[in-house]
C-alpha cells in the first residue's frame, strides 16, 4: 500500500482543488492575481472584431515544358517530339498566369469599417478580402501600409456597423500577466489561445523599431496580423512573429505592442503613409569599455552619437559626435535601440529637450525634430584639412598610424576630404584586431580630442594613464567616411 501523501502535500492538492492561489513566500498577495476560471465570456465578446484576411496575386507561369529528347535529324518521331515536348508552333498554347494566395488575421477598430493586419499578409496583393467570423466577405482597399513595423491598415464597406475593438495601453503589461491571442486562419473561424506575457521589449532584429511582447500563447500560421487581447478586453499587441523549428507555436510568439502600432496606424489613416521624426545622427551602443572611458555610471547607459549630419536637427542644436544622449524629450534611453524609436514617435517640429553626456557631465540642449525622409543620408562628408609633406609615424594599442600623404590616399581610396591619421597595421591579436580595425581606417580622436599627427596621439595616451583610466576611446572613420567609436585597453 503506498504510502499516505505528507499533510503539506494534501494541503496544497486541497488548495489547487479549491482554486486558491497559493502565493510564494515572501510575495504580496495583492501583486499577483489567479487565473480566470474561464475565458468564454471574454472571448465570445471579442471573436467576431477578428477577421481572415485572404490574399490573391497574379503571377506569371513558369514555363515547365520537358525538354524534348535527343532523336536523329530526319527521323519519323521528329515531329512527334516537336508537337507534344516542345510544344512548337503558331497554334502552341501560350503559358497562362496563376494566382498566388496568402492568408492571415486581423482586427477592426472601427465600426465604419477600419481593419488592421500585418504588412507581410497583404504585401504584394492584387486582391484583398475580409472575411468575418459570420461567413460574410468584403472586399478591401488598402489605406496604407508600414514596412518598418510590420502593419497594415484596410478599410471595407460593410452594410452595418462592425463590432470594435480598441487598443489598451500596453506599457501597463507585466512579465506574467495574462494575455488571449485570437486569430481567425485559413478562413476557419476564430481561434482562442491564452498564455502569460513571457517577456517584454525584446529585439529580434526584424526591424529598426524593435520593442516586441513575447508571449507563450500559441501562435500559429495564420495567425500574423491578429490581435493580443488583456483581461479587459483591449488589444495590447498585433501578433507577427514566431520562433519555430517546424513553422507550428512553441510558446515563443512576437507582437507589435499597441504602443507603438497605435501611433502608426493613426498616421496610416491621416495620411496614408508614417511621418516619423528624425535628427539626423549615426549612433552606436554604449559598450562597457566605452562607457568607462566616458566615465558613464549606471545602468542606463544611453546612446552614443558616432556622426551626423551637417545640416540635421542635432548638428543644428549643438549636438557632438561623442556625446551619450541619456533622455529624449523627457524619455530615458536606456539603450542604442531605445533611441531611435524615441525620436520617431515624436512629433514632427516639436521643440525637445535632449539630455547628454559629454566630458565628464550632463548638459542639456534644445532640439527641433525633423522629418525622416526614405533614403536619408547617413552623414555629411567630415572636412579635412590639406595633408602634410612630410610623413610621420607612430605605434600604440596595437596600431601603427601615419599623417595622410598623397600615396596614402590613393592607396586606400581616400576622399580628398577626408582627415586624421591613416592606420597601416594592425597587429595580429591585438585588441584593435578584434574590434575590427583594418589598414586604411582613419583614427580621427582619441579620448574625444582631434589627433593630427602621431605625437596627438602619445601624448593623449600618457595623459589618459596619468588620470588612472584604463581605456582610451578611438573616433575611428573608414574609406567610405562612417565613423564608429571603439575603446581600447591602455594598460
Request: aromatic letters at 4%; glycine letters at 10%; charged letters at 25%.
Amino acid at each position: 500500500m503506498p504510502a499516505a501523501p505528507r499533510p503539506s502535500f494534501r494541503l496544497l492538492v486541497a488548495a489547487v482543488a479549491a482554486g486558491l492561489l497559493i502565493a510564494p513566500l515572501g510575495a504580496s498577495p495583492a501583486a499577483a492575481r489567479a487565473a480566470p476560471d474561464s475565458f468564454a465570456d471574454l472571448a465570445e465578446s471579442l471573436i467576431d472584431s477578428v477577421v481572415n484576411i485572404s490574399t490573391s496575386q497574379n503571377a506569371p507561369a513558369a514555363d515547365k515544358a520537358v525538354p524534348a529528347p535527343s532523336v536523329p535529324e530526319g527521323s519519323p518521331f521528329e515531329d512527334f517530339f516537336d508537337e507534344f515536348f516542345n510544344k512548337r508552333g503558331p497554334d502552341a498554347p501560350k503559358p497562362r498566369s496563376r494566382k498566388q494566395t496568402s492568408l492571415g488575421s486581423g482586427f477592426v477598430i472601427d465600426p465604419s469599417g477600419v481593419v488592421v493586419t500585418n504588412n507581410h499578409v497583404i504585401d504584394g496583393a492584387d486582391e484583398i478580402t475580409v472575411n468575418f467570423n459570420d461567413g460574410s466577405k468584403l472586399t478591401a482597399e488598402l489605406i496604407g501600409k508600414d514596412v518598418k513595423t510590420d502593419m497594415a491598415v484596410l478599410r471595407v464597406k460593410p452594410p452595418k456597423p462592425l463590432r470594435a475593438v480598441k487598443f489598451g495601453d500596453a506599457e501597463r503589461l507585466r512579465v506574467g500577466d495574462w494575455v488571449l491571442a485570437i486569430g481567425n486562419p485559413f478562413g476557419l473561424g476564430g481561434s482562442v489561445s491564452a498564455g502569460i506575457v513571457s517577456a517584454r521589449n525584446r529585439n529580434i532584429n526584424s526591424g529598426p523599431y524593435d520593442n516586441f511582447i513575447q508571449t507563450d500563447a500559441a501562435i500559429n500560421r495564420g495567425n500574423s496580423g491578429g490581435p493580443l487581447f488583456n483581461m479587459a478586453g483591449e488589444v495590447v499587441g498585433i501578433n507577427t512573429a514566431i520562433i519555430s523549428p517546424s513553422g507550428g507555436s512553441i510558446g515563443i510568439g512576437f507582437s507589435v505592442p499597441s504602443t507603438i502600432a497605435k501611433g502608426v496606424v493613426d498616421q496610416l489613416l491621416s495620411f496614408g503613409e508614417t511621418r516619423r521624426g528624425w535628427i539626423g545622427v549615426r549612433i552606436q551602443e554604449v559598450t562597457d569599455d566605452i562607457a568607462e572611458s566616458l566615465g558613464v555610471k549606471g545602468p542606463d547607459k544611453g546612446a552614443l552619437i558616432a556622426g551626423m549630419n551637417d545640416d540635421g536637427p542635432a548638428a543644428k542644436a549643438g549636438l557632438e559626435a561623442g556625446d551619450v544622449v541619456l533622455r529624449f524629450d523627457g524619455k530615458p534611453v536606456r539603450a542604442m535601440r531605445d533611441l531611435p524609436r524615441i525620436v520617431a514617435d515624436t512629433p514632427i517640429d516639436r521643440e525637445v529637450e535632449v539630455a547628454v553626456w559629454r566630458k565628464g557631465k550632463e548638459e542639456n540642449l534644445r532640439l527641433k525634430v525633423g522629418r525622416l525622409e526614405e533614403g536619408e543620408p547617413k552623414q555629411a562628408a567630415l572636412k579635412a584639412p590639406a595633408p602634410e609633406e612630410e610623413p610621420k609615424t607612430g605605434t600604440a594599442l596595437g596600431l601603427s598610424f601615419t599623417a595622410i600623404t598623397d600615396e596614402l590616399r590613393l592607396k586606400f581610396q581616400l576622399k580628398p576630404e577626408a582627415k586624421g591619421l591613416v592606420i597601416t597595421e594592425v597587429d595580429d591579436g591585438s585588441k584593435a584586431q578584434e574590434n575590427s580595425i583594418q589598414p586604411g581606417d582613419l583614427l580621427i580622436e582619441v579620448a574625444q580630442r582631434t589627433v593630427d599627427n602621431p605625437a596627438d596621439v602619445t601624448k593623449r595616451i600618457e595623459e589618459l594613464k596619468k588620470d588612472g583610466k584604463k581605456t582610451a576611446l578611438l573616433l575611428l572613420a573608414n574609406k567610405g567616411g562612417d565613423v564608429r567609436f571603439v575603446a581600447l585597453s591602455i594598460e
